[in-house]
């Protein structure tokens, strides 16, 4: 079946990037399949992650078929629009269904992107990896694609006010080169793999990141050790 809804979607996204004059540096673009299942992993600090990680696969004439929570699903404005793109819906308590349908995805060639903290990481560090990526890409035989994201918080994040004004803000992407799974590998070893990619990948988007806080009240999305004032991650995350 045709994407009806899914282009016009994206092509409004890249109006409201334009109109907010958003910076883009996004490398390793290449790295993204032409054909074929993957499984996008990404870091998640942003409530538009799914936007920026998944406008890193256009140049590809990709289409990511994102995993999210079902209550997105229910609004009737986001709901409708998140069934026409063919996104999954994923209910924690009957997860099940979920994995099934994404590895369905995947074996019809397609990309599903997840985000394996599972939430939004306020301390804006990598918080521990869910294995279900990981088992996803074994049980349909795809690679997993890592995926770094750095500046989207500074848009909309958890606990701050969204802020979608003209601040002509720096976002960075970084796409690494996808990582070949082995059904026989456990999982864990499979996530620890992808996780340390990303960890890679994300400090460099940080290190390639053009812009700091314009004064002392605005060290908020920067984390502590690169001494921004975010909250601390949680004790063992």
Do not use: C
């Not at 809804?5 to 790295?31: H, M």
């Not at 006010?161 to 070949?180: C, E, K, M, Q």
């Amino acid at each position: 079946m045709a994407d009806l809804v899914y282009p016009p979607v994206v092509g409004a996204a890249r109006t409201l990037f334009k109109a907010l004059d958003l910076r883009f540096d996004i490398q390793g673009v290449e790295n993204v399949p032409r054909e074929g299942g993957a499984v996008l992993v990404s870091n998640h600090i942003g409530y538009l992650d799914f936007v920026f990680a998944g406008f890193a696969a256009r140049p590809s004439k990709r289409l990511v078929r994102f995993m999210a929570k079902d209550s997105v699903f229910r609004h009737k404005v986001s709901g409708p629009l998140m069934r026409a793109m063919k996104h999954i819906p994923v209910d924690r308590a009957q997860g099940e269904h979920a994995f099934r349908h994404a590895v369905d995805a995947l074996r019809r060639g397609e990309i599903v992107g997840v985000f394996p903290e599972a939430t939004i990481s306020q301390s804006f560090t990598l918080k521990k990896f869910k294995t279900g990526a990981a088992r996803m890409a074994q049980e349909a035989q795809v690679p997993i694609l890592p995926v770094a994201l750095w500046g989207t918080q500074r848009l909309w994040t958890k606990g701050r006010p969204r802020d979608l004004r003209r601040n002509h803000y720096p976002v960075t992407i970084r796409v690494g080169s996808p990582l070949a799974v082995a059904p026989e590998e456990p999982a864990q070893a499979v996530t620890a793999r992808a996780r340390e990619r990303v960890q890679e990948l994300l400090e460099a988007a940080q290190r390639a990141y053009p812009a700091t806080p314009r004064d002392d009240k605005d060290t908020w999305w920067l984390p502590a050790h690169l001494g921004g004032t975010a909250p601390p991650p949680p004790a063992g995350v």
